[in-house]
Each structure stands twice: as C-alpha cells, then as structure tokens.
C-alpha cells in the first residue's frame, strides 16, 4: 500500500473518554518560547526528591526515571517488553512535565531527517541542550551545563550531564524501505532494538557518555527526545492495519526469579504486568487514543513516502493519519502467519556449572540443539531461549547503580559476521540518500558488554541492504 503523506492532519476522533487529544511535536517545530518553557519543566521534575514510587507521576522525579530504567534494562530491552515498556514510561515522564505546567506534550527529535547534521540542530547549542563535548566531560553551556547547576542521578550518584557523540544515525528512507515497508508483525518491527535506529541512536548522540549509557541513559535529557522518536516510529506502523495496534507477540519470563527458564518462558499476554509501571499492562499502551495516553504525533521531515506491506488476512488497510488512503500492496504470506500463530514453545533444559573466576557455564539444549555460554562473575541468568539467553546481576541493588552484566549473550557465532559485497551490489556514494548508519567500535560493544556476533550480524545485514538500495534492487 503506497504511504503518501499530504501536509494536512485529518482530525482524529478519539474515544469518548478522551476528548482531549495531545498532539507531540518535532524539536524544530517549536517556538523559542515553547523550547524555554519545555526545558524549564524538566529542570523542575529534576529538582523534585525522589519520590521512591512509579504509580503516581505528579510526584515523581526525573532521578525516579533514571533509577527505574537503570533497575529494568536488563530485561526491558531486546525482547518484546521493550516497546510498550518505553511508551509506558514515556507517558508517565509527559505526566510529570504536566505537573509542572508543561502542556504541549512530549517533543521528539526527527533523527531520520537529519541523519548527518543532526549535531548542527539549535537543540545542540548553548541556548538550549549544550554543545557536544569530549568523553565524560561535564556539558560546558546550555541549560543542562554544570555551570546551570543542573545535576541528576546515574551511576556514580548526583554528577553532571555528559553527551559526547558523533556519526550518522539511520535516515528516513532507510527506516522506510528495512522497517515500515517491511513489518507486519510486532517482533518484525523491534527488530534487534540493541542495534537498530533505537540503538544507534543512543551511540550516535551519546558516544562514551550518559546516553550511550544502557542503564542510565534517562538522565540525559535528551533520552525522552529521541525514545519519543523511536515511539513515532511504532505508532506510525500501528496505524497501517486494524490488527497493527494490538499485535504484540515474543518471549517474556514469569516471576522474579525464573531459572529454569526454559520452562517458565512463555509468550507475552497483553495482561501481564509491565516492569515497574504499576497498575500498567501492556494492552493499557497498545492504542495511542484511549483515555490513558491520549495522543498523536504531527507530521515532520522523515514522513516520507513509501511502500508498505499488505494488511495480513486480507484486511482492509487503515487511512494513515495524514489525510490520504493506502493502495499498492506488497505480497503478505498469510499460510507463514497461520504457521507462527500454531507454534508451541520448544521443550528443552539449562545446567549451570562453576566456571573460573567466578563465571558460571551454561548449557541450554533445546529440541535438538545445545548451546554453551559463560556467564561473567556476578551475573545470573534471567531467561534463555533457543537462540540466546539475557542475564542480570545477582544482586538487585547492583542494577540500580551500575552492572558489567549484558542483555543479550548468543552463543558461539554462527551467522556471516565479514561483508563481502556481492555482484551487482553498489556502495553508497557521497551523495547517495542511502548512506550506512554509524556502526558500533569493538571498543564499545566490549565496554557495553554487548553480545559481539550478534551485532556485527546485524551490520552485516544493514551494509547488504544500504547497498540493494543503492543498486536499485530494493525500492
């Protein structure tokens, strides 16, 4: 169905509870005023105590933000928890700027419109956020400077606010033609979200510093910029079939404490709780129009057109939010769909044995196949699947300052890790629109303890396609 997009915003018809529709705006859509007020909303849900509670956000601070993503990274990222996760706490952080006279909604950066300027933005200067500085230097002007007093919590206590990026984020027509024109699943569209634009993101804009922080990102300010992007993205695909909005599939684990994994992992309910946020599940932030959130997002430079693929089960596909109607469809394999849906969890074991150091070795069969990992010295696991398993500390109150553990360990590397481009492929030119995202160094993903085959697969897999792009093969 071709996406193409007028400059005009249809009126939304919200439910009967909410009458009041928040529309969030890009940065660059804001008037100096707005950008002021905004700024000074935040600053005052910083200066708040914290409040040691999540259900009531009239009272919480931006150190309460922080110290719960920092508890909760572990496991609210790389598996199906992490969208509705981040939009549940977006939302809460929107009513807490509320209370303290914010009322234009959260504000999102357009990272895929500027994907190579994007440290030029005002938002980068002295008037507002601060200019970009060297590794774990405190931010030397703007309103968030050391010289402004602003200071929050992260993981060596109250400090300054570092930001020390640099590099090329993933533009909007490559989230277009690898995301939106291809996903018709929930899974599909988180993709790998340790590595993707939500990943590269945070390492683009981050660097070394606070928001290339896995834990402890939120205390940048900026964190809520660009998670509010990555938000859009997803809404943006919710809207293009009925099915879109509730589609919520993947592996969770039940209880604190959910060794052996194998047999407590299970697919995700839209009635289970979500970490943390009390009272919230997961089909409580499903649809941007009920009572709770209550939201749309405008229309910006990375709207772009594009190709999405057919609604499954032959739906009619929605009218998308800016005015015009979805018609060229991509083929959608209904039967793989009706395969995925009859799929039971495969039956399989975890042994842990002493390993040196400190270490413990795992081993997980799984159907027929076993797969060996080591676990570093004060980490435990937290689910295992057939594929991967993802750890945590052993100590809960580690995880609410800092922790070595990694989200994501795969097993012995088994996919293609080397690019070796193929003929009739093409490598971007400078000028080309299709240019390859920053990649991660082998420095950061080691620091980051981050799983090293799994993302050098994935920047394979991202080169192949900038360059089927680049030589006409994909549109």
């Not at 890009?26 to 409040?51: C, F, H």
């Not at 200067?125 to 774990?136: C, E, N, P």
Request: glycine fraction near 6%; charged fraction near 20%.
């Amino acid at each position: 169905m071709q996406i193409l997009l007028s400059l005009a915003l249809l009126a939304i018809t919200a439910n009967a509870v909410c009458t009041k529709i928040t529309v969030r705006r890009e940065w660059g859509q804001l008037s100096a005023a707005d950008k002021n007020a905004y700024i000074a909303a935040v600053k005052k849900i910083t200066a708040r105590p914290m409040s040691n509670q999540y259900k009531d956000p009239t009272k919480m601070s931006t150190d309460d933000f922080s110290t719960t993503h920092a508890a909760n990274a572990h496991w609210a990222h790389a598996n199906a928890e992490f969208l509705v996760f981040h939009r549940a706490m977006l939302r809460l952080y929107e009513k807490a700027l509320e209370s303290a006279g914010w009322t234009g909604g959260l504000i999102y950066l357009d990272e895929g419109a500027v994907p190579t300027t994007w440290n030029k933005l005002d938002l980068f200067s002295k008037d507002y956020f601060g200019s970009l500085t060297r590794t774990q230097q405190c931010l030397t002007d703007g309103q968030f400077s050391k010289a402004s007093g602003f200071m929050d919590l992260g993981d060596n206590g109250r400090s300054c606010v570092t930001r020390c990026g640099s590099g090329t984020m993933w533009s909007a027509k490559y989230i277009a033609a690898n995301v939106l024109s291809t996903a018709t699943t929930y899974e599909q569209l988180r993709g790998d979200d340790t590595a993707n634009y939500h990943g590269t993101g945070h390492m683009v804009m981050g660097g070394n510093c606070d928001m290339g922080n896995p834990l402890w990102s939120p205390r940048d300010p900026l964190f809520y910029l660009h998670h509010t992007y990555v938000d859009k993205i997803y809404w943006k695909w919710q809207q293009l079939c009925p099915t879109y909005v509730t589609d919520y599939e993947g592996n969770l684990s039940a209880g604190k404490n959910p060794n052996p994994l194998l047999g407590n992992s299970r697919p995700v309910s839209p009635t289970l709780p979500l970490d943390s946020w009390i009272g919230l599940t997961a089909a409580d932030v499903f649809d941007t129009k009920n009572d709770f959130l209550c939201y749309t997002y405008s229309k910006s430079a990375g709207d772009i057109d594009y190709t999405a693929a057919k609604c499954p089960k032959g739906q009619t596909a929605n009218t998308n939010p800016w005015a015009t109607n979805t018609t060229k469809t991509r083929r959608q394999d209904e039967t793989r769909l009706a395969k995925r849906a009859a799929i039971k969890l495969p039956s399989g074991t975890v042994t842990v044995a002493e390993g040196i150091n400190g270490t413990s070795q795992v081993q997980v069969t799984c159907t027929s196949k076993t797969s060996n990992y080591i676990i570093p010295a004060g980490c435990v696991i937290h689910k295992s699947f057939c594929s991967h398993i993802s750890v945590k500390p052993a100590n809960s109150e580690v995880a609410k300052k800092d922790s070595h553990c990694p989200m994501v360990i795969r097993p012995a590397c088994e996919k293609e890790t080397d690019y070796v481009r193929a003929d009739g492929l093409k490598a971007p030119e400078p000028t080309s629109v299709y240019q390859y995202p920053t990649f991660l160094t082998d420095k950061q993903i080691r620091v980051r303890n981050m799983d090293h085959c799994g993302v050098r697969a994935s920047d394979v897999n991202v080169m192949r396609l900038v360059d089927e792009l680049n030589a006409g093969l994909q549109v």
